[in-house]
């Protein structure tokens, strides 16, 4: 007797929420790093707000590529 | 009436539907004017004289040692200049808007109390007209501000062209464009439009859930109970939202104004 | 607040609030902008070519640098120095 097991639905989906993983992590580190030194010497925090800003950029832009590419890819059903 | 959900056996209106947000005339006139004099136009109205009466009142004859309104007033008139409009484009150009500022901000935050007050219930910037107008002013303000400093091209120049080799500036250019131009007013609007929406809708969910899970069996009544209790935790956060998302509009507001206005490189 | 100094010059005023929130959506809205933008305009391209998708994703990609890009330039810190803040 066969039995097809499958996954039926958005592959699309799946993915996107696989993608979005990474980037969750990565900026909850920036903005954790930032609150710690900010902590640790509040004067600096001027100073390094604009590299919070660079991070966040960098590392966001993968989990938009996943939105983006979610719809790209995507091949129905 | 618009929108009547199909219930599941019962006189519920659940789940609720975004046809829930035409609300009928209170006036019973018909054709068209039947649309536009609703509990939303009301509610406008009211908090627009609850605001004028309020600062005319609170500033009748004021004193050296302020009585309770003059200084509720004072607090929040002087919140705003000192922490939004001063802060965020320096003294003289800062007292010119804080009037400006001001106003947007109590009116956003008069108007979306409603959604937790019984009877209202129902802010009306959860129509999208409202905070698109708003948005709409902001965004002439803004433009217009910058570009009676500069004249148009120069306003234009600073705010297009980033700092970059020129041969990286055709791909920069209307990114810059739509981000500036295109995405501040639209994302003003529909930041403001969204979180009152949802409010709304999460407490419609919770409260109608609660009657629905009644009246489909009764003996699920604890289930009721608890939905009755999300719907206070939910009107809250509401109360959080409320503030900051008027908080924000304006804060935004200034940036946007202070932006047009600064020297860029 | 209370004792702070009033803004030497009045159009040179940081543009970091305490939160910083505005920054954030100015990030954002160039990232989200030039993917969109760009992919519009790779989209367009790709009618035009019939490439099936492949134009549309390296206008997403190009229009995500030119974002990443803009951001670094426009909020990003001055090449340390280069004079403090």
Not at chain 1, 14 to 34: D, E, Q, R
Not at chain 1, 49 to 64: D, K, Q, T
Not at chain 2, 226 to 246: C, H, P
């Amino acid at each position: 007797m066969d039995i097809a097991a499958g996954v039926s639905g958005s592959l699309a989906a799946i993915g996107y929420g696989l993608a979005a993983i990474g980037p969750g992590i990565g900026v909850g580190l920036i903005f954790a790093s930032y609150i710690q030194s900010t902590a640790r010497q509040p004067e600096s925090s001027r100073m390094t707000l604009p590299f919070v800003w660079i991070g966040f950029a960098v590392v966001e832009a993968l989990a938009l590529f996943g939105i983006a590419f979610g719809f790209i890819w995507a091949t129905g059903s | 009436m618009i929108g009547q959900a199909v219930a599941l056996q019962s006189d519920v209106p659940f789940p609720p539907e975004v046809g829930d947000f035409y609300l009928p005339s209170i006036v019973p006139w018909d054709g068209l004017n039947s649309l536009w004099f609703t509990k939303i136009t009301a509610l406008v109205w009211i908090s627009t004289a609850i605001l004028i009466i309020f600062f005319l009142t609170a500033y009748r004859k004021p004193k050296m040692v302020p009585g309770k309104a003059q200084w509720l007033a004072e607090s929040a008139y002087g919140f705003v200049r000192d922490n939004i409009s001063i802060e965020m484009l320096g003294a003289e150009r800062g007292l010119r808007f804080a009037p400006y500022l001001a106003s947007l901000l109590l009116f956003i935050v008069f108007n979306n109390l409603w959604s937790i007050v019984p009877i209202a219930q129902i802010s009306p910037n959860s129509h999208i007209a409202f905070p698109a107008f708003l948005a709409l002013i902001s965004y002439v303000l803004f433009n217009y501000v910058g570009i009676k400093k500069f004249g148009f091209r120069k306003y234009m120049r600073n705010s297009l062209i980033p700092p970059a080799p020129w041969f990286v500036l055709p791909i920069l250019i209307p990114i810059e464009f739509f981000s500036t131009f295109l995405v501040r007013p639209f994302s003003l609007a529909v930041r403001l439009f969204a979180n009152m929406f949802a409010g709304h809708m999460l407490l419609l969910v919770f409260t109608l859930g609660g009657f629905a899970i009644l009246q489909a069996n009764a003996k699920l009544a604890a289930f009721s109970v608890l939905s009755w209790l999300m719907t206070i935790a939910l009107t809250l956060l509401e109360l959080l939202v409320i503030f900051l998302q008027a908080y924000v509009f304006t804060v935004l507001t200034a940036s946007y104004i202070q932006g047009a206005v600064s020297e860029e490189h | 607040m209370a004792g702070d100094p009033p803004s030497q010059d009045p159009d040179k005023t940081p543009d970091a609030t305490p939160t910083g929130a505005d920054l954030g959506w100015t990030a954002l809205s160039y990232l989200i902008g030039g993917m969109a933008v760009w992919g519009f305009i790779g989209w367009l391209v790709d009618r035009w070519v019939h490439s099936g998708g492949i134009t549309t994703g390296i206008g997403v990609v190009i229009g995500c640098a030119g974002g990443i890009y803009l951001v670094i330039k426009r909020i990003g810190a001055p090449p340390p120095g280069s004079g403090s803040s």
